[in-house]
């Protein structure tokens, strides 16, 4: 056997550490521990604001930083969350928090940044 009851306890309790180890020392990082890495976007006629800063699944308490409201819109079955505030106060704050953006596209009419915070173990 590999150690787990049947009921799956040992993978539920592994769950709770911030890194997994597994062989060759690779760290796999659990979703409890936080998200390191955040979408934000907007439309080009509106680089003022609003920004759409995450999704249902961010981080709460990074959604509440920014002062972000969790919307549905008509027709979706997902919710995402929006600021009024433009890009580049979104981006300020987040650097605050260690955020550093990665890249940043345009979509269509739409600019994308995509960030990621360094985790500590």
Same mark, same amino acid.
């Given at each position: 056997?590999?150690?787990? %009851?049947?009921?799956? +306890?040992? +993978?539920?309790?592994?769950?709770?550490?911030?890194? @997994?180890?597994?062989? /060759? /020392?690779?760290? @796999? #990082?659990?979703?409890?521990?936080?998200?390191?890495?955040?979408?934000? %976007?907007?439309?080009?006629?509106? @680089?003022?604001?609003?920004?759409?800063?995450?999704?249902?699944?961010?981080?709460?308490?990074?959604?509440?930083?920014? =002062?972000a #409201?969790k919307?549905?819109?008509?027709?979706?079955?997902?919710?995402?969350? $929006?600021?009024?505030?433009?890009?580049?106060?979104?981006?300020?704050?987040? @650097?605050?928090? =260690?955020?550093?953006?990665? +890249?940043?596209? =345009?979509? /269509?009419?739409t600019?994308?940044?995509?960030? $990621?915070?360094?985790?500590?173990?």
């Amino acid at each position: 056997t590999d150690g787990r %009851s049947a009921s799956g +306890a040992g +993978a539920v309790a592994s769950l709770k550490r911030p890194f @997994e180890s597994f062989p /060759g /020392g690779v760290k @796999e #990082r659990n979703q409890e521990a936080g998200m390191p890495y955040l979408l934000i %976007s907007t439309q080009i006629r509106l @680089e003022s604001g609003p920004t759409n800063v995450g999704d249902e699944f961010s981080d709460p308490e990074v959604m509440n930083y920014l =002062g972000a #409201r969790k919307t549905t819109m008509l027709g979706n079955n997902f919710s995402e969350y $929006h600021v009024d505030d433009p890009p580049r106060v979104v981006l300020d704050k987040l @650097e605050k928090l =260690g955020f550093r953006v990665l +890249a940043m596209t =345009g979509v /269509g009419q739409t600019l994308v940044w995509c960030l $990621h915070k360094e985790l500590v173990e």
